[in-house]
């Protein structure tokens, strides 16, 4: 029996979008609002930081693997580095845009039905000729939606990397963005199945077109991949048994110390090792959700959260519902 203690899993923050709408109209435009984020804080999607700026959304839809914000963008503006990875659709007439991707440049015009793909982590600035506000669809996928789509068409998802692009031409993804807007437009029960599908696809055109190597040699900080392996599994079966285990435990599985394991899987998998925790136990819980009557509170406990709460915010933050309505879709 190890004398170890189990790793807390803190629980995410978020901005009040009100005080951030107070700010924007203090300031009066979007780039002060962007700056008055700590880093620290993560930051889901544009709506939560320029309220003012969203026409239409999905939040109030049930939608679990993504969510589409209708939005009126300024010429000038900048986004964070997000949680989330973003596309951006046009829909408004053609307009000539310069606009940096953490540090690729682009500067083109671009037109309707043209695609901006800004992976989690990456900052975007944007400044357009044309003066006045420009109509665009942003549509938000979780990197674990991205991860989980990968593992299912056989890719190796601890390898791989969403790639930034401009101004993008793909009949595929714009087919599938115009039909989410459509639903965000004429939102009703049975198509919020029909957005969690076409969020899969979506997520399956950017793993199988958009992605790329990552270069996880142990000597640049990763993991081998037999370690990685190992890892994961002893994670998932102790998880599948309902039992916590710590980091440093499966640190130890794996013959690693604490903290080169940490870095090295993060590095690896592109997410910490109690990150990557925190999305098994959610969808060890969407299993149970699904397949059995157990109250919330004891799925809660059973998927290995501390409490209720802290189960459906955490819940909320990577599925896009609560596990109620979760439940009542499934």
Known sequence: MRGLTNVQIQQSTYLPA???????????????VSRLIPAQVPVSDLSVIYPEAVVTSSESLGWQNLRAIQMQQPSEWTMPPLENHCLIIQLGP?????????????????????????????????????????????L?????VVRTTAESIDFDCAHISIEPRFGLRDEHLN??????????????????????????????????????LKDVHVSRGGIAPRKLRKAIEFIKANLEKEQTVALAVVAEEVQMSYFHFSRA????????????????????????????????????LRAGFASQSHFTTTFRRLAWTTPKAFREMA
Not at 177 to 191: F, M, Q, R, T
Not at 196 to 203: E, F, I, N, Q, R
Not at 266 to 282: A, D, L, T
Request: net charge negative; hydrophobic share 40%; charged share 25%.
């Open 265 to 300: 899987f993060k590095q690896s998998m592109g997410v910490s090792p109690n990150v990557y925790m925190i999305e098994q136990r959610v969808e060890r819980a969407k299993k149970l959700l699904s397949d059995t009557d157990l109250p919330i509170a004891d799925i809660a």
């Open 18 to 32: 009100t005080t951030l709408e107070a700010t924007a109209k203090e300031r009066g435009n979007w780039e002060s």
């Open 175 to 212: 087919h599938i963005a115009l039909s989410l807007y459509c639903e965000l437009k004429e939102a009703n029960v049975i198509g919020r199945v029909y957005a969690d599908s076409l969020a899969k696809l979506l997520a399956m055109q950017l793993v199988r077109r958009y992605s790329y």
């Open 94 to 138: 053609p307009v000539t845009v310069s606009a940096r991707i953490d540090r690729n440049r682009f500067e083109q015009s671009l037109q309707p039905g043209e695609i901006t793909i800004v992976p989690a982590g990456m900052a975007l600035e944007w400044t357009q000729q044309e003066t006045g506000t420009n109509e665009a669809l942003h």
């Open 140 to 144: 938000y996928l979780h990197p674990h």
